[in-house]
């Protein structure tokens, strides 16, 4: 069973925080890329950050910055910190991972990825 667990998300206001956290019940947890994923009406999914199978860590420029990812391998969970929300930061969270994909997030697709989370919504108003 391979399978990943969403918690967080929330309504804040524009200048608040959120933290994200995903649960994997993944056998070998360190040789999976991991990656957060978001969505907007109207919008394609896009990777806002990752942490490939090499350890390598990488932001989407409309990110970088503000938010911060972190895995924890004894919890076998991955973890978003968002800081000085944006309203445009508005769209469906969304947990990601990849058996030994390597690369940062400027190359990542939605397809590169096999196992999700049901997403978490984040609404910042402004």
């Known amino acids: 069973l391979i399978q990943l667990v969403e918690s967080g998300g929330g309504s804040v206001q524009a200048g608040g925080s959120l933290r994200l956290s995903c649960a994997a019940a993944?056998?070998?947890?360190?040789?999976?890329?991991m990656a957060w994923f978001r969505q907007s009406p109207g919008k394609e999914r896009e990777a806002i950050a990752a942490i490939d199978s090499g350890g390598t860590t990488s932001y989407a420029n409309s990110v970088k910055g503000r938010f911060t990812i972190s895995k924890d391998s004894a919890k076998k969970s991955l973890d978003l910190q968002m800081n000085n929300l944006k309203p445009e930061d508005t769209a469906i969270y969304y947990c990601?991972?990849?058996?030994?994909?390597?690369?940062?997030?400027?190359?990542?697709?939605?397809?590169?990825?096999?196992?999700w989370g049901q997403g978490t919504q984040v609404t910042v108003s402004s």
């Open positions: 990601a991972a990849e058996v030994l994909l390597f690369g940062r997030v400027a190359t990542m697709t939605p397809s590169d990825f096999s196992y």
């Open positions: 993944v056998p070998t947890f360190n040789s999976y890329s």
